[in-house]
């Protein structure tokens, strides 16, 4: 079974521009959660999606929003973007409907804000 | 408000054993799980307890007592793969907001 996938894997943005991601779960999995990564905060959680309702959300700004489609596809856009958005993107994907923690990492994609 | 605490960093030396402590502080509690995320890779998924005691996995084991609001992750044999970082993460709900919420993350540096 194929793993979770992240486009791109690394992406180079000047502040104010916009961007999306984009994370593809593992077939089956009907859950995608964004993580944003950096190493003095750690992994912050953004938002979970499940049946491309969005069910919790972090606390992020409004810059930061997502969504997912029907094939569970996720993506995740930040607009205005400032040079503290530099992170490791990671989405993750679950089954769903578990209170068991148990979460699919993909590679991530690391964003450079200039 | 919500948080986790684990060391920033450990030390062990090969073939040894070592102890990752976490302990949380959450409105809800959901059960306690650990990621492993070598350098410039995915968190994977090591265990889970939702209930009191030891879950044993291999070389890994992982604790919770929730009377505490505390776990540790234990890693025996150590082996030189094993440097890492570890994150211990527990769901929480608050206000019908359900989340995952991850400590910083403990750097494992292996001594040979």
């Known amino acids: 079974k194929a793993g979770v996938t992240q486009t791109p894997r690394y992406l180079i943005k000047t502040r104010g521009q916009q961007v999306t991601l984009s994370c593809s779960p593992i077939s089956g999995h009907r859950s995608v959660s964004w993580y944003q990564q950096t190493p003095g905060q750690g992994l912050q959680f953004l938002f979970e999606y499940f049946s491309e309702t969005q069910r919790n959300k972090g606390n992020f700004p409004g810059r930061f929003s997502g969504r997912q489609f029907s094939n569970s596809r996720s993506e995740m856009n930040v607009s205005t973007l400032e040079l503290g958005d530099s992170a490791l993107y990671l989405c993750?994907?679950?089954?769903?409907?578990?209170?068991?923690?148990?979460?699919?990492f993909g590679p991530g994609t690391r964003l450079t804000v200039t | 408000g919500q948080s986790l605490e684990q060391p920033s960093e450990v030390t062990a030396v090969e073939g040894a054993i070592v102890q990752i402590n976490c302990t949380y502080q959450t409105s809800g509690f959901y059960g306690l799980s650990w990621y492993q995320q070598h350098d410039g890779g995915a968190p994977t998924f090591l265990s889970y307890n939702a209930l009191d005691g030891l879950e044993e996995t291999g070389r890994f084991s992982s604790f919770l007592s929730r009377s505490d609001s505390y776990g540790y992750l234990l890693l025996q044999e150590l082996q030189m793969k094993d440097s890492a970082s570890y994150f211990c993460a527990v769901r929480d709900t608050v206000n019908r907001d359900d989340k995952i919420i991850f400590g910083k993350g403990t750097r494992l540096h292996i001594l040979p």
């Open positions: 993750a994907s679950s089954l769903g409907g578990t209170v068991k923690n148990e979460q699919y």
